[in-house]
């Protein structure tokens, strides 16, 4: 293996990792599509992950605090995402442990009083239906967004 073409690699990953983060598996695909062998791929993953450069644990982590605190979504919406990002299944399952479903209840309630407050104008039973659909598309289970709908106080 020429050393320069290891070079041209790990400075390849170190810029794309500046760009945005990625999983090790998003990483390889991007690394694998530019064409590096797959020796010198692996090589530079492993060493991402030593040096702490990369780490998929704390990529999820990241992700759904993103998740939750900016984007107001529910525990369907995250599984989805660690899914789409190609987050292994064992820390996906970690991390989504670690999410309270009473937490749950009050994002989606936050979530609702936000988009009541836009729709002031509309029709108690369309305004009600919005919310719903909207906490749907939001990843949130159907129980939860049942128990927030029926609790707003649509006029």
Avoid: W
């Avoid at 090790?24 to 694998?32: N, T, V």
């Avoid at 995402?81 to 399952?93: D, F, Q, T, V």
């Amino acid at each position: 293996m020429s050393e320069s073409i290891k070079q041209k690699a790990q400075g390849r990953a170190l810029r794309l990792l500046s760009a945005s983060p990625k999983s090790r598996l998003e990483l390889k695909d991007r690394l694998d599509a530019i064409g590096f062998p797959d020796s010198v791929v692996l090589e530079i993953l492993n060493d991402l992950e030593r040096d702490d450069l990369i780490s998929d644990r704390r990529y999820a982590e990241d992700l759904v605090v993103h998740l939750t605190r900016f984007k107001l979504s529910g525990r369907r919406k995250i599984d989805f995402e660690l899914k789409r990002h190609r987050i292994a299944p064992e820390i996906r399952e970690r991390v989504l442990a670690d999410l309270d479903g009473e937490m749950e209840f009050e994002r989606a309630s936050e979530l609702a009083s936000s988009r009541a407050r836009k729709l002031e104008k509309m029709p108690a039973a369309k305004k009600k239906k919005n919310i719903y659909d909207l906490l749907i598309r939001r990843g949130f289970d159907f129980e939860v967004c049942r128990r927030v709908s029926d609790r707003m106080k649509l006029s």
